[in-house]
């Protein structure tokens, strides 16, 4: 099975700061990684696909890199909606894998 | 607009069953699959299976494999996931999800909308 490992868990941030957060495969997955945001009681919502396409009606302040085992997801500016968990995905298989999450929180 | 509406909250005892339902409207119910993740009270998301309404394949995860069965019907456009021999530990928000192909990008795909999820607590 491939596991995905996103760092940090957690982080806190400002709103306006620019926000970073990775995502590692355990073996090359090209480019077959999909960025989630979820807030509490409210479903997942797609942010970037492909590792790099970003979803229809999605802000341009998120933006997706990487291929291979390293991927990173970028927040431009952070907004007040913004603070949610993060999740990435890989669909390199039939077995689809989340990280373990990353929690956006008002510092 | 795409829709997945999903059955409401459920209680069962451990050793039970539970059904959960997901209408979808808004496209073509055949065209595309149908995927179930969960997540448990302050876990992460994980994906249990999917199903393709189209010719009724499905897949799940190992970890619920053999207690578990989706299925489609297509007339309603409505899908369902069915976990039996229910244990403390199935406590979670279950989410359907459709599954779409990302054009020109091989098997790549992506969940791309989402039910609101349904609660399902297994207790004694």
């Known amino acids: 099975d491939i596991q995905m490992t996103q760092s940090p868990s957690s982080l806190s941030a400002s709103v306006g700061d620019r926000v970073t957060i990775t995502c590692r495969a355990s073996?090359?997955?090209?480019?077959?990684l999909n960025w989630y945001q979820h807030k509490p009681g409210k479903a997942p919502n797609l942010l970037i696909y492909?590792?790099?396409r970003l979803q229809t009606g999605v802000p341009s302040r998120f933006s997706g890199s990487g291929s291979g085992t390293d991927f990173t997801l970028t927040i431009s500016s952070l907004q007040p909606e913004d603070f949610a968990t993060y999740y990435c995905?890989?669909?390199?298989?039939?077995?689809?894998?989340f990280g373990q999450g990353t929690k956006v929180e008002i510092k | 607009q795409v829709q997945l509406v999903q059955s409401g909250a459920e209680v069962r005892k451990p050793g039970a069953s539970v059904k959960v339902s997901c209408k979808a409207s808004?496209?073509?119910?055949?065209?595309?699959?149908i995927t179930w993740v969960r997540q448990a009270p302050g876990q992460g998301l994980e994906w249990m299976g999917w199903?393709?309404?189209?010719?009724?394949?499905?897949k799940s995860a190992q970890k619920v494999q053999g207690r578990v069965t989706m299925t489609t019907d297509t007339s309603t456009s409505i899908a369902y996931m069915e976990l039996r021999s229910l244990r403390s530990d199935d406590t979670a928000i279950y989410y359907c999800?459709?599954?779409?192909?990302?054009?020109?990008?091989?098997?790549?795909?992506?969940?791309?909308?989402w039910g609101q999820g349904t609660l399902v607590t297994v207790s004694s």
């Open positions: 995905q890989e669909t390199y298989d039939n077995y689809p894998t």
């Open positions: 999800a459709r599954v779409t192909l990302i054009a020109g990008a091989g098997k790549n795909y992506n969940f791309d909308f």
């Open positions: 073996q090359s997955i090209s480019t077959f």
């Open positions: 199903i393709s309404p189209y010719n009724g394949n499905s």
């Open positions: 492909a590792a790099s």
């Open positions: 808004g496209y073509t119910f055949t065209t595309y699959g």
